[in-house]
């Protein structure tokens, strides 16, 4: 039911009176927020409530591996513009009514291996939220709020209500819920629906009767004897009923649903979303809403997309064209979607693109050619699109970065170029990057730190060249990035020595270090790196004698886990860098605290280490 204009004037009139506006954080000191992508991810950081200090405007927050346990009414009401929201394994045992009020635009919800054992219907309204939910400091507001639920609201609670009437995709897998009562999934554009791996022994005929969208139910490997026919389901379902051994023995299933039904060649629902996903198509279909904004069309056998492909769709602002198995897209074949947003080519067999590809395209600004078979960087494609901020190019065949590879993409923010081939970077390939934020090189097969491409990208904030193979990196290397860089991975790279000024410049600025996995026997001075954050030196072999002690004196000074262990001398192996008493023996380590009790053998290496040292001889 739509409620009268008169009520949200007054609820909104009392809300303004009675509540004090709350400015959120940029980004919780926890997580890791993503101002292109718009995304907050926050994993595995022990947070016990959801974070409250998360931007407004996030679009994707990743809430996984905490201990939350608790969704409090309202939780996530300052996330509005939420789209994906993961909340698994979280130890969640309960989801108050009202958890998720507020997030009309969600469609990805995964609460999977939780704790979860009771299902209430979270999607509707409950009877009771005003009284819960409205509460105000003074007289007259109370008066206001009962005035508006005589008037207004009371007859409305005859009536349901979506809460989440975006969400397309729903996972409670693993929880150990045993029943789904009537209607306990409301949600009319649910299309998948995830209930596998439960201890569901009871599931009504009618549990999900208000989805009528839902296309793909899985309940398997429950502990249900019987499913009765679905009413008032949706005609295209279809169930997923493949059972396993349950606890006490094996269980005969009797399934009483057929299992597959008809699938209608394109859906276009009410949401201005369309799909026409996995149905064999060998040209672009025609005839799609004008109102549409999402069209997904994935999974077909396009192979060739000629010009002027998608007419009368200029409102689209997501277009999914994976895995379609294109080999060409012809100029102007996106002409007239002129609100175009997100273009997503996943997955195909492209090896160029015409010049023109993307005429038409004012508004582009995320672009995914990831897993294609380019060779070389598809330079001077991108005058078209003055709006590009994301380019996705990882794990193609791109074998080198050629000069002026950013021509017509000067304003780009993130260029990803993870897993091909590239063994150069031409000294002008990043010239008029002035904009880069982001740069992903890793799993290459880069020799060297491209320090002198480096140098067109001065406002860089993220480089990561992980897994290539660079051996050594020398003075200087990261120098022009000096007064921009935060975040710099080289982990898994084989790396064996670094210059003692391989850091020279980035000082202050550097939060992240990323050295794990390498052949390093002795790092770089880290004193100069005073905004230091996260640094990660696992796995590499360290020499735990006097020419450490600059790192172990680093340690001591500063408030951060450093995932540091001695490989040598033998009898130091795997002890923690920090736990190594013996460095108070080498000249200048005086200052550092003494060990509890040192053994004499212990001690006569570090001596012994410590005297060589001195005398100039090698370790």
Known sequence: MDLPVTFWILLISSLVLCVPAVQAAKCPQECFCDQIQLTVTCVNKNLTQVPPAVDEITVKLDLRGNDIQELPTGAFMHTPYLTHLSLQRCNIH??????????????????????????????????????????????????????????????????????????????????????????????????????????????????????????????????????????????????????????????????????????????????????????????????????????????????????????????????????????????????????????????????????????????????????????????????????LLALHLENNSITKLEPGIMTG?????????????????????LYQANDLDMLHLGGNKLKEVPTEALSKAGNLRDLRLSGNSIRWIGSNAFKPLGRSLKELYLNNMGLEKMSQSALAGLGPGLRSLFLEGNQLEEVPDFHPLTALEVINLADNPLMCDCPLLPLRMWIEKVNLKVRATCANPPELRGRRVKDVHGFKACPGGESLPSAPAVTSKSRGSIRSTASSFMLGEKP
């Not at 993409?409 to 390939?429: C, D, F, K, Q, W």
């Open 94 to 387: 309960k989801v108050k009514e009202g958890a998720f009020r507020g997030l009309g635009r969600l469609v990805f919800l995964n609460l999977a291996n939780n704790n979860i054992d009771i299902l209430y219907q979270i999607c509707r309204v409950s009877p009771c939220w005003p009284l819960q939910r409205m509460v105000y400091p003074s007289f007259m507001c109370y008066l206001l709020t009962f005035i508006i639920i005589i008037i207004v609201l009371i007859p409305a609670l005859f009536f349901s209500a979506s809460r989440l009437p975006e969400v397309t995709r729903l996972d409670l897998s693993y929880n150990p819920m045993t029943y789904l009562g009537e209607e306990a999934v409301s949600m009319p554009k649910l299309t998948h629906l995830f209930l596998d791996h439960m201890s569901l022994q009871d599931l009504v005929n009618t549990a999900v009767s208000k989805s009528p969208n839902l296309i793909h139910l899985d309940i398997s490997n429950n502990q249900l004897r019987v499913i009765q026919p679905f009413t008032e389901g949706s005609p295209k379902l279809f169930i997923q009923t493949h059972f396993h051994s349950v606890r006490r023995g094996k269980c005969k299933v009797e399934v009483l649903v057929s299992s597959t039904f008809p699938l209608p060649t394109c859906l276009q629902a009410e949401t201005h979303h369309s799909s026409c996903e996995n149905r064999g198509h060998t040209k672009v279909p025609r005839g799609f809403s004008a109102s549409t904004r999402l069209l997904d069309l994935r999974g077909n056998n396009f192979h060739y997309i000629p010009s002027n492909s998608f007419p009368g769709v200029a409102q689209v602002v997501s277009l999914h064209l994976q895995r379609c198995k294109i080999v060409d897209v012809e100029g102007g074949a996106f002409s007239g979607m002129k609100g175009l947003i997100y273009l997503y080519l996943s997955e195909n067999e492209l090896t160029s693109l015409s010049p023109d590809a993307f005429k038409g395209l004012p508004k582009l600004t995320y672009l995914h050619l990831e897993k294609n078979r380019f060779t070389s960087f598809p330079k001077g494609v991108f005058k078209l699109v003055p709006s």
């Open 409 to 429: 993409a000067e304003g780009l923010r993130a260029l990803y170029l993870t897993g091909n081939a590239i063994v150069h970077v031409s000294p002008r390939a």
